[in-house]
């Protein structure tokens, strides 16, 4: 994922990068709430709704106070890495977890007070449900919780993997499955990496389920899972229930591309590697964990025909773009639409190049350090069409906080987890070859032809479309473990069912239950929820697909433009500026006219390509049961 919104990633459940788990030393004793505001009271009673209204109003101060400098230790240690900044930031960051689990505790004694106001119980259940690992209040689960969270985090961070028998790192390993074609090493690079990271996790994996369940059950939850549900503004099973149709919605544009993809990898590997039917092993797809197949492009495409009409990158160069351009350029598709240039501060303050004298996270991320308007990105942005299209995505960030910046500190985020990646997609989606004639990097006459049209979306198919059935399963698989329906002891069956059901993919190699293959992948050991990313998916189609019909556009959907659209700006300024104020239905309203998510404009976007690969697999068994 190529951003967090690192607002007050401490403080809220918004990061998406770091692990949200606790790191909380001693939470025991932070977690017996003090008196309340008023004195008057008696605080062993039933809580009243001035209390509670008294409480958010502390809870806010509180909250945004420590919010800037807490941002402002993160931005340091992030560029400029060093033992010192490296403990500031954990001493801020444990400061902010102690801080969110006293304050979620403390709401939870309101959330039944009579005659609480719509907005106090809104900002009473942002409270309870900003953890994503609650820690519980008896004496040393705690302090084990965050030992283990913590523990299991720098696991992953030492990951190695092996390709012919020589040692790789996480993120070597994580490339070399995008390049590689020899399924020998393919199949060792997987299986080590799944070996040696995931499979040690597993006792601690089951204890950290185990505390986090009875954390949740104290905050008035039944498990932990169905405390991430509840982030959704509907009862737990009403969310798994729309994840479920908006899944049904693009499932047959997963399996034509599973059916397309795999016979690319037959033509290419043979029976004794990859069969005509069936499954698809997983080790082939281009990806450590078979998410995201653009990386095959090569292998499953139809050879020497369709390749793309330009190149980005070479455009960039030949009109001698430098990085600070290429943040100016995605700057201005958001002025074009009517919001307000961004401050100076952002171009005296971001860091848009990689320095060259200290170390760095290079990994690119959008800041709002003051919260109204210290706006910042962070990247090591290199002229090529990969940051292009980062740079637009970031910058969505940024202006989404900037629109929300009146909002009371509890809604200073997204409608729903969903939205905030999705805007910065939505805008990425946007840099199309329209897009690219109108800021003069294309020329009239480069417009793709329709076959290389369709090469452009058959790339964009591989990594979105087949990534949707793994952004779904994550967190199934994980609400099944909090909820008690998966046991320890079928942590690998489970999974790997899983995988067979949704993404139709085997193991390379047989498992057994010593191994613990979802521990190999980031956020299972950090314990970051994953649905969003799902919904961002499918989200970021729809707020296209909104912007392109109030722009008037007549044409394949995925060519438009809404470039310089002042109306397109307006009405997503309406959705933006509320923050998270409003259950997310009113905000997709006031920019979609909907209040309900729907995949229908991905299926629109990608129906071109729909036909051809129909076309393309007649006479082939698709399907993998
Ligand atoms: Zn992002």
Redesign the pocket.
């Known amino acids: ?5 690192s607002l007050f990633a401490i403080a809220l459940s918004a990061c ?1 990068v770091a692990g949200c788990a606790t790191r909380s030393g001693d939470a025991v004793a932070e977690a017996s709430p003090p008196p309340p505001a008023d004195a008057s009271a008696e605080p062993a009673g039933e809580p009243t709704a001035a209390e509670a209204d008294a409480f958010i109003a502390r809870a806010e101060r509180e909250l945004a106070e420590f919010s800037v400098i807490s941002s402002r230790a993160q931005w340091v240690n992030a560029t400029y890495i060093t033992p010192d900044t490296d403990a500031l930031a954990a001493h801020f960051g444990t400061i902010g977890t102690e801080m969110q689990v006293r304050l979620a505790n403390e709401a939870a004694r309101f959330q039944n007070a009579p005659g609480l106001s719509a907005d106090t119980r809104r900002k009473l259940d942002i409270l309870r449900a900003s953890l994503t690992l609650p820690a519980p209040t008896t004496p040393g689960a705690a302090a084990e919780l965050n030992r283990i969270a913590t523990d299991l985090q720098s696991q992953y961070g030492r990951g190695r993997g092996t390709m012919n028998g020589e040692t790789l790192t996480g993120n070597e390993i994580e490339a070399r499955m995008g390049t590689v074609r020899n399924p020998a090493q393919l199949q060792e690079m997987w299986t080590s990496w799944n070996d040696n990271v995931g499979a040690p996790m597993r006792p601690q994996y089951a204890r950290l389920v185990e505390i986090a369940n009875e954390g949740a059950r104290g905050l008035g939850y039944p498990d932990t899972g169905a405390m991430w549900r509840s982030n959704y503004d509907m009862s737990p099973e009403e969310f798994a229930a729309l994840t479920e149709r908006l899944w049904n919605e693009v499932k047959p544009l997963y399996e034509q591309i599973h059916c397309f993809a795999r016979a690319g990898l037959n033509r290419r590997y043979g029976d004794a590697v990859q069969p005509a039917t069936g499954p698809i092993r997983a080790d082939l797809l281009g990806n450590l964990w078979a998410q995201e197949w653009g990386n095959i492009y090569d292998v499953v495409a139809p050879p020497s025909r369709g390749r793309p009409a330009y190149d980005l990158t070479q455009l960039l160069e030949r009109e001698h773009y430098t990085p600070e351009r290429v943040i100016r350029t995605a700057a201005g598709f958001f002025t074009s639409l009517g919001f307000a240039p961004l401050p100076q501060t952002f171009w005296e303050r971001s860091m848009i190049t990689q320095p060259r004298d200290r170390e760095v996270v290079c990994h ?3 800041w709002d350090v003051d919260n109204v308007e210290d706006l910042r990105v962070k990247m090591c942005t290199r002229v090529n069409a990969d940051d292009f299209v980062t740079a637009h ?2 910058l ?2 940024n202006f989404y906080q900037r629109a929300y910046n009146r909002q009371p500190f509890l809604y200073l985020n997204s409608a729903n987890d969903g939205f ?2 999705a805007i ?2 939505t805008i990425a989606l946007s840099v199309t070859p329209e897009y690219l004639v109108q800021i003069g990097l294309l020329r009239q006459n480069q417009m793709p032809n329709e076959e290389q049209d369709r090469a452009l979306l058959l790339r964009q198919a591989l990594d979105k479309i087949a990534f949707l059935p793994f952004g779904l399963l994550v967190d199934r698989y994980r609400w099944g473990i909090f909820s008690g329906q998966i046991t320890p002891d079928r942590y690998q069956a489970a999974w790997d069912e899983m995988r067979l059901q949704y993404q139709g993919i085997v193991p390379p190699v047989a498992r057994t239950e010593r191994n613990f293959d979802a521990g190999a992948k980031y956020h299972v050991p950090a314990s970051v929820p994953y649905t969003r990313y799902f919904l961002a998916r499918i989200l970021q189609f729809q707020f296209y697909k909104a912007a392109c019909d109030i722009a008037g556009w007549r044409g394949p959907l995925h060519r438009c433009s809404f470039y310089g659209n002042r109306e397109v700006g307006r009405r997503l300024n309406e959705m933006l500026a509320m923050g998270a104020s409003r259950p997310w239905p009113e905000a997709l309203e006031a920019f979609t006219g909907s209040r309900e998510m729907s995949a229908e404009p991905m299926v629109e976007y990608f129906r071109p390509l729909l036909g051809w690969l129909q076309e393309q697999n007649r006479g082939r068994r698709c399907g993998w049961s």
């Open positions: 994922m190529k951003s967090s919104v998406l690119a991320s959008a995505h970031e969505g960030h905030h990646e910065g997609d």
